[in-house]
């Protein structure tokens, strides 16, 4: 990206975010990013438990037939 090697790199991504976002606000941010990759992941859970309970059903009415 820059020449330099991946960990330079992501320690000057890390450098940049703190002086933007300051050492007060990355505690909120970190929560914020944490809270919501839990909600992602919670509603990936739902829509697989949702598909698999339309399959089931749909096998028990091909079944019955």
């Known amino acids: ?7 330079e790199e992501l320690i000057l991504i890390l450098v940049i975010i703190l002086v ?9 941010l970190s929560r914020g990013i944490s809270n919501s990759i839990k909600e992602i992941r919670k509603g990936f859970k739902d829509d697989e ?3 698999k309970s339309k399959d089931a059903k749909t096998k028990t009415k091909t079944k019955t037939s």
């Open 1 to 7: 990206m820059f020449g330099l090697g991946r960990f």
């Open 20 to 28: 933007l976002f300051g050492g007060k606000k990355l505690p909120e």
């Open 49 to 51: 438990s949702e598909e």
